[in-house]
């Protein structure tokens, strides 16, 4: 062959190149002999197409054709033909038409693949995993990687777009008291002493703002040594956004913008705005959660007014007690057999409720154990209160405020997947605002900051932060979709005095602060500018807008639940002399046998 | 104030904005006091403008301007007036107008900063370096990032239009065997266990060629626990490239493209094309360098055939013993004093060679201790290759041709230098090819890898490896401008025979291979295409763009030559407890002190 790389691509081929003579490269996808002939289906990046081998007409390609197996990487050089009506495939792309092989050359062999290279797959994922270079070959994993290039272009135009300014922040930096356990890289050249991988660039883009950066982004790599869980990965990848001299308002409406801009070139959803607000307070009293799923209502309705004085003691005690007794109808299931309301009752157990009390809205009346302890009046009350029909079924969960919400924000979501309520074509966008501020830690007798300690609490709670700090709401937003959270932003302090404020909220003397933050609290007296920001959870983002539902999916090289890669065998252990040289040494195991 | 927030950019505004009523925000670079009028000069990321304070226009504001110190942060609103002719500044981009005050807020006070926020401040690095917010509030640093900024985006912009996806590699991978020290992360879940920071993503973009992504590119952060030199941080970004099914020419012509569009969209350098290419061995050669700065001549010409039966017993022994005998004309400057001689064959004897000869072609005749010593026919001979005028200097190196080329090629660098030859604005772009696929190391006894163990060899050079690996060329080729290297790459070996013969060259069996590279041996089983690659060094390339010489002035947040961060302070040490869930402990430093 005079050369053997491609002229076309061959998912690009169709009726328009009928009797051009082409080059196609890619791997075989699947060879089979019919009436002398030799059919392979030769796949690239681009999708698949069809060769055809006649002996008649090369019998030296057709001898290798008949040669080659699954996954060997070909060089080919035809003719585009148009296909007989009969054999037309109107489920390939490609299926019009099919290359007349003329020539044919072997560019590499290959074993026969531990799974098939094919979107329906079933496989395990850990042998995915395993052979993650032929995972990655499969149409579905190359779309979705793809996807995720597209969507990095696009979010980096709008920005660059908008007056944001890409800066690299570094990756070996020092460790931070606050937050999740860090990474850390000991140092070779300063005996004892460590780096720490970013949780994120929190601190560098801040102090990019001091210097008068005024827009930064950067799309990053973070990394967080916590125990992992389905949707968490040790390292993980942020759209990561400052901006001073921005009123928060106008700041949030343009992070609007970016996302629906996200979707409409990606996937050519159109994003309604603006989206939705809800407070953390209205989020969690309504749906139970601080990252609702907005795609069906199902909405929690405090009903502790009607029941306090029930007759149904459990209701009427909780309330008193300073509980709340709250309820979901689900729509049309007071038909549920007895197994079924147990099973939802059990389910409300593990999720930490007592128990789930229920009322069905039957044709022959109400059921339920509540039924009986019930006023008629109370009864009606529930029934507007719920807008219960005839065929609903309520479901009441009676504890401490907390739970109520968490039980039923819970319950909710498995009901509207159970129900089929949710809508998965549905993209419902939401910002979540007003989160407190700190949160109290009983076991260490102190409050945390629950953002981080720079976060701007709204201006007229600052005064409750010498009094009463639970009670400080931030300046912290939340970007929600679909019962994810996709991005979480603050303004930010910028002003000495309520940072003093915070820090002494937090338990810390401004010197404990200046120790652990201490070229922070420099830089902001050199003036820091008024300013804010967010991080959106890139993962999480590709993995709602491929469709998927596993993040490691989205990723090309991801780990396991207890950080491994199965393709490289990372983490794996490493010669004596390496660790001499950062002068550091393993600690031997704890023996599991005890001395007698 | 109504808002404080900014209506326009302070270098943005121009007699256009004359009579318009705007807000601005920034820093104040300086206050001065003229006949009861307040002058505020207020910066932005965009420019300075002028404002000034009347009290009989505003006696509050001009009250608050009185206040003010410098990098305090103000909102100013006011008006825009044209400056009296006498008072344009010409200087100034906004020096025709200024911003008569009408309000002013303070929005940030500032203590007063350790050193001018100027472009030409005298301070130490080490002081900028902890004051990195304050270093890069100066508007040359402001440029430099920004001119990195729009690099990272033009190199996005090209590779995507050509069909190159930007896939993100692991950070926490495998450490690997071969190359510079690794930075290791001790892993939690698995006691003794490390992951490496990646040296670059090597293994995973080859990876991904088998995987069928064809085109991939990534701005990616590397890593190398090296002893830095000045052009070296332990972190630093890779423009990381490689592509299947492409001829080396058409690949190494698109990387030359991208490089022109990076230049041209960047600085607006217009850069030609093709490139000019040198071979390695002609690069030593000529300029005694793999990356010779080509603004200048001065070649090295060999002149031992010439002065192989010299007088010069020196020269000739060099030459029977098997070393070079060569020289560089430094152009004119025949009338050095004896010590400036003196000096540059002290230069001469530091960089490695015995001693510096020297033939002056004076107005007067030959000057130079090997004068008397040569034959009027060596004489004439010489001074044809080299290409000798009345006023020329002739320097002559006799040693081992590796030492002969090292140190004239480092002192025509010097010369070129010193005696003005280089022309600052010109940008001298090459490909050198062919470089050496091995080394042998004395110490160790066995070959190298000069790129990494999948480089291709020359076709024709293959059989070489099992009978001459040292002669044996690679198929890979570095991108060098104005002295530095600032890509490398190579087509990589696909062939399973190839890799072997490479493998028994390094001296490993298959077997040992196997345990060192194993999933990458095991992927290249399963229909590897024919692929190569490219690495650009994107901070070198900043560098040159922004016309710096040093690389931290082109690095956000830089680390020094110990791999310290001077602002943050990392490395440092940490809680015990940190390193016990990490299973490992610091061990004591070794005293210096002998016992007796």
Redesign the interface.
Known sequence: MK?V??THHCGQLDKSHVGQEVVI???VQKRRDLGGLIFLDL???SGVVQVVFNPEISEEAARLADKVRS???LAIRGEVIERSPDTINPKMKTGEIEVQGKELEV?????T?PFMIEDDVDVDETVRLK???????RPVM?RT??L??QA??VA??FL?RNGF???????????TPEGA?????????????????PQSPQ??KQ??M?????RYFQIV?C?R?EDLRADRQ??F?QIDIEA????PE?FLSMMEELVAELFQETIGLDVPRPFQRLTYQEAMERYGSDKPDLRFGMELVDLSEIVKESGFKVFASTVSGGGKVKAINAKGSAGWSRKEVDQWGQTAQELGAKGLAWLAFKEEGLKGPVAKFLSEDEVAQIGRAMDAQTGDMILFVADKPQTVNDVLGELRLRLGKSLNLIDEKAFRFAWITEFPLLTYDEEDGRYYANHHPFTMPMEEDIPLLETDPGKVRAQAYDMVLNGYEIGGGSQRI??REVQEAMFKALGFTMEEAREQF??MM??F??????HGGIAFGFDRIVMLLAGRNNLRDC???P?TA????L????????DEK??????????E?PSHKKEI
């Open positions: 050369s790389y491609r490269n890619g791997w796949r690239d990046r996954q060997y990487v560019l590499n062999e290959s074993k693949p052979y993650r270079y032929l995972d990655l070959r190359q990687l793809q995720r290039h990095m272009q980096r135009r660059d300014v890409e800066v690299e922040t570094p990756m070996l930096t020092k460790s356990r860090d990474y850390l890289v000991p140092s070779r050249v300063h005996h004892g002493e460590f780096y720490a991988l601190i560098f102090l990019l001091v210097s008068g950066m005024e790599r990394f040594d040790p390292e990848t001073s001299f921005l009123e106008q910028h002003r201490g070229f420099d830089a007296e050199y003036g820091a500018p008024p990723i090309a090289f780990k207890s950080a491994s890669c393709m490289t065998e990372a983490p794996s252990p490493v390496q660790l001499d040289e950062l002068h550091i040494q393993v600690k195991k």
